[in-house]
């Protein structure tokens, strides 16, 4: 798995991975599948022990409902947080994404960072690198079911590909501004 671009979402704040082999950026791709109600459906027959481990209540059919309502608020939030963030320190990328590790106390440079979806218990995740306080390089995202990423595979998947991209960034860091258009 090789990074091919990295693609602008919103100029100077929030851009996206594109991996070989993938045909969108990975923003593109997370929110594409977050909105696909046969996928949605398939994943969730496919991991329905986890779901009911968690949310004893939910069926799968509530499931994807409940995904798909709020992958879209969620898209809306992001791209919206990321343009304010650009005049506005007092909202940022930084308030939505947090340190991919629990109880991490101290900013590292190109910190792998997740979002969670807005409701309580959200199990959508997306996953970047945070590059500075508004902007953050999306690697990928999941729907996370399990209390740990180690305990899934398309889970280990996505910490791959942030291991990916930080390596990426650290490369290019000098070249940043040689971003693709999205």
């Known amino acids: 798995m090789k990074i091919s671009n990295i693609f602008v979402i919103v100029r100077e704040s929030l851009f996206a991975a594109k991996f070989q082999k993938q045909d969108r950026n990975e923003f593109a791709r997370m929110f594409d599948l977050w909105n696909d109600a046969e996928f949605l ?3 969730f027959e496919e991991h329905k022990q986890d779901l009911n ?3 004893q209540h939910v069926t799968v059919k509530e499931a994807v409902i409940a995904t798909m309502a709020e992958a879209t608020s969620l898209e809306r939030k992001l791209v919206a947080v990321a343009r304010t963030g650009l005049t506005d320190r007092d909202e940022t990328l930084s308030d939505l994404f947090r340190p991919l590790r629990n109880g991490t106390t101290r900013l590292e440079e190109f910190e792998k960072s997740k979002l969670r979806g807005s409701r ?3 199990w959508l995740r997306l996953y970047a690198i945070r590059v500075d ?3 953050f390089v999306v690697s990928g995202g999941a729907i ?3 209390r740990t ?5 398309h889970l280990v998947t996505e910490l791959k590909k ?3 991209l930080r390596d990426y960034l650290g490369d290019e860091s000098d070249e940043l ?3 693709e258009m999205y």
């Open 177 to 179: 501004e040689v971003f």
């Open 41 to 43: 459906e398939m994943f």
């Open 120 to 122: 309580r218990h959200s």
């Open 144 to 146: 996370k079911l399990t």
């Open 149 to 153: 990423m180690n305990e899934r595979s």
């Open 162 to 164: 942030l291991d990916l």
């Open 53 to 55: 481990a968690f949310w």
């Open 133 to 135: 306080v508004n902007l």
